[in-house]
């Protein structure tokens, strides 16, 4: 009766179940996992939420297929405030209501049913979700702990096949807190542009440097046709208001035609999953990020990366296998 793409293990695997027994017996856990802002000690002014949504131009209803335009231009200046990017145009910006549905938006442009994504591991478990969602096949590609997290340059071109669309990046890698380097985005592009595949870069905690350091974002990379996901939900630490949005960069000709082609998807899409209405606010939202909230994360994310580091992956994943 069902489709075989639902076909996922309902029951909690070992993991969980081994967290759950302990909290059940009272212990205190230290969840290194978590990625909710909310549950993480961020919390957001909630003046500056709270007026964002008072917004009375918010009872108008004016969906667009790429997000309000005014809304596209306040994502531009929250690049050209926190990251000195001067040149992102809004067209190159398409508006959705979440990071998980920009992937569903890329999937969608760049597969086939059965087409391939190169994905980081470790890294973010609803890849597997998101590509099975979109009939496409998530083929790992390892990073590797060696004085910092790396990508694995030889086992990803081992990795690329005749199906591979497309390869992943997550900019700092959750869980790992690595960001792609400028000599590994070179080789990234490199290599993207050799097997002809485009890059998604996930920068949903591009803001979450343990030094409170801003980081480059790829939301200008030039070379390989680029897809730059981001949103309010984790930038802003507001995970209950997901409005999210998708860069896209690279060669002209192609990122004219993949921002029509979005616009399509978008369109059809929107008329379901809409979340127009906080495209309003949207400025306001996102003014939380300053430099005195970067640093106050990057306080928090320094304990969880120094924490990670004493993390045995292996023996975790092997214990998942063998769950
Ligand atoms: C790497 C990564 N990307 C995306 C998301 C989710 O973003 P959104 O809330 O916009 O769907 C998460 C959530 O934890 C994440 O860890």
């Known amino acids: 009766m069902f489709s075989h793409r639902t076909n996922w293990r309902l029951s909690p695997n070992a993991l969980t179940r081994a967290i759950e027994d302990m909290r059940a017996s009272g212990q205190e856990i230290l969840d290194l996992t978590v990625s909710n ?3 993480a000690g961020i919390h957001p002014d909630p003046e500056i939420v709270l007026a964002a949504l008072a917004n009375p131009e918010a009872m108008r209803y004016d969906p667009q297929p790429r997000g309000l335009l005014e809304a596209r231009q306040a994502v ?5 405030e926190s990251h000195d990017i001067f040149d992102l145009a809004p067209e190159r910006l398409l508006l959705t209501t979440s990071t998980s549905e920009a992937y569903s938006y890329v999937f969608r442009l760049l597969c086939n049913p059965g087409e391939e994504i190169l994905v980081p591991k470790p890294s973010y478990p609803l890849f597997e979700f998101l590509a099975g969602l979109a009939d496409v096949k998530p083929v790992p590609y390892p990073l590797l702990y060696d004085h910092g997290w790396q990508i694995d340059f030889d086992s990803l071109y081992k990795a690329a096949t005749r199906q591979s669309r497309a390869v992943i990046a997550v900019h700092p890698n959750n869980p790992t807190g690595s960001y792609v380097s400028a000599s590994e985005a070179a080789a990234l592009n490199a290599f993207s542009l050799d097997y002809g595949l ?10 979450y440097a343990h030094d409170g350091a801003p980081r480059n974002s790829f939301v200008t990379n030039a070379d390989a046709l680029t897809f730059t996901l981001s949103g309010v939900s984790k930038i802003s630490a507001l995970p209950q208001m997901k409005l999210a949005w998708v860069a896209t960069s690279g060669p002209q000709e192609a990122v004219t035609e993949a921002g029509a082609r979005l616009e399509i998807i978008a369109d059809t899409q929107s008329e ?14 996102l003014q939380r990020q300053q430099a ?5 994360r990057g306080r928090e994310t320094k304990q969880c990366h120094t924490a990670l580091l004493q993390i045995d992956f292996e023996a975790v994943s092997d214990s998942m296998r063998r769950s």
Not at 76 to 80: A, S
Not at 272 to 285: A, M, T
Not at 292 to 296: A, Y
């Open 292 to 296: 005195g909230d970067r640093i106050e």
């Open 198 to 207: 485009a890059l998604i870069v996930d920068e949903v905690f591009l803001d």
């Open 76 to 80: 531009c200046h929250y690049y050209r």
């Open 272 to 285: 379901l999953e809409s979340q127009w209405v906080l495209e309003y606010p949207i400025q306001l939202l």
């Open 37 to 39: 802002p909310t549950e």
